[in-house]
């Protein structure tokens, strides 16, 4: 009778098991769902680099602009034929967008947090000196 009690527990506890993977599996893929969204709904709107009087637009289709903040004029769109290795992703600093521009020989990186706060953190890396530069940028519109 004990070994029958022993291997029904035994039992019981392997489906329990089995069971809690399950829902583990399914809230990690729920999660990984929930991150490819997010990375599809990176933020649009322009941000501003009081540095160089520069306006930063990101629009729908992961659209990136660089602007002069006084007159308006485009210095460059990095589009997806400009940009190489493009991602989105998620780091325990929020959400992040990075590329590599060849025509302007830098690697470009955004990071949203994940905050209230509306900023955003641009880090570029230049293949030439200086060869780092960050910012935190505010929200314009």
Not at 118 to 126: E, L, P, V
């Amino acid at each position: 009778m004990k070994k029958f009690l022993v291997t029904l527990l035994v039992a019981a506890l392997a489906v329990t098991g089995a069971f809690a993977q399950g829902k583990v599996g399914d809230a990690l893929a729920q999660a990984d769902a929930e991150i490819a969204k997010a990375g599809e709904q990176f933020p649009k709107g322009t941000w501003v680099d009081s540095k160089w009087d520069a306006l930063w637009v990101f629009g729908v289709n992961n659209t990136i602009t660089l602007k002069d903040a006084k007159t308006g004029e485009v210095i460059y769109n990095f589009t997806p034929s400009t940009r190489k290795n493009f991602k989105i992703d998620v780091s325990d600093k929020g959400l992040v967008i990075s590329f590599r521009c060849e025509d302007t020989k830098r690697t470009y990186k955004f990071t949203k947090p994940v905050t209230l706060d509306t900023s955003i953190t641009m880090d570029i890396d230049y293949d030439l000196e200086p060869n780092h530069y960050t910012v935190k940028m505010p929200f314009k519109n």
